[in-house]
Each structure stands twice: as structure tokens, then as C-alpha cells.
């Protein structure tokens, strides 16, 4: 599904909500805003060693290097530039503008 921002997935608050509701993740309020921040809790931290450590390690290093990529190689709007200029369809509702 396109949306405001591009490609998006409202199925993502369910995740997100379970992940809340297992202390996985914590809501963390934007100032003058309608939407929060999630970021991972200590027990999500654990979780995430755990599963690491389970994990074939050829998965768990390519997961690491696709999120590092993400979250802190880029920018959001670096980010969604990249998408829009490999998925061009993506940007054609888009607020965005790149």
C-alpha cells in the first residue's frame, strides 16, 4: 500500500502493540504531536541477544547490517529517497517531496 509517506504496512502497529504488551518495547511521546516514538525496553535488549546468539550466524549478521543501514547509516529522508528513486510508484501520493 502507498501512503503519505510511500510503501507502509498498518499491520506494523499490531506488531508493535504485542511487542508493547510483552515489555518488549515502550511507547516514547513526540512533543505537540498525535503519533509516538517506540524503542526497545531491557528486556527487548535481552530478547535480542538471546535471539542473536540462537540465530545461524550468517542471518543474524546480515539482519544487523540491513538494520545499521536503516537507522544509522542514513537520514529518513535519505532514506525514502532511496526508495522512491528504486520504486518510483511508491512516491506518486507521496507528501514527500524529493
Request: net charge positive.
Amino acid at each position: 500500500m502507498t501512503y503519505n509517506w510511500g510503501p507502509y504496512s498498518f499491520e506494523i502497529y499490531d506488531d508493535l502493540e504485542l511487542l508493547h504488551g510483552n515489555g518488549l518495547v515502550e511507547r516514547v511521546p513526540v512533543p505537540v504531536k498525535s503519533w509516538s516514538k517506540y524503542r526497545r525496553t531491557a528486556a527487548g535488549d535481552e530478547r535480542v541477544r538471546i535471539l542473536n546468539s540462537r540465530a545461524y550466524n550468517k542471518v543474524a549478521k546480515y539482519l544487523n547490517i540491513v538494520k545499521d543501514a536503516v537507522t544509522k547509516e542514513q537520514t529518513f529522508n535519505s532514506l525514502l529517497r532511496k526508495i522512491y528513486r528504486a520504486y518510483p510508484e511508491c512516491a506518486t501520493k507521496s507528501l514527500f517531496r524529493w
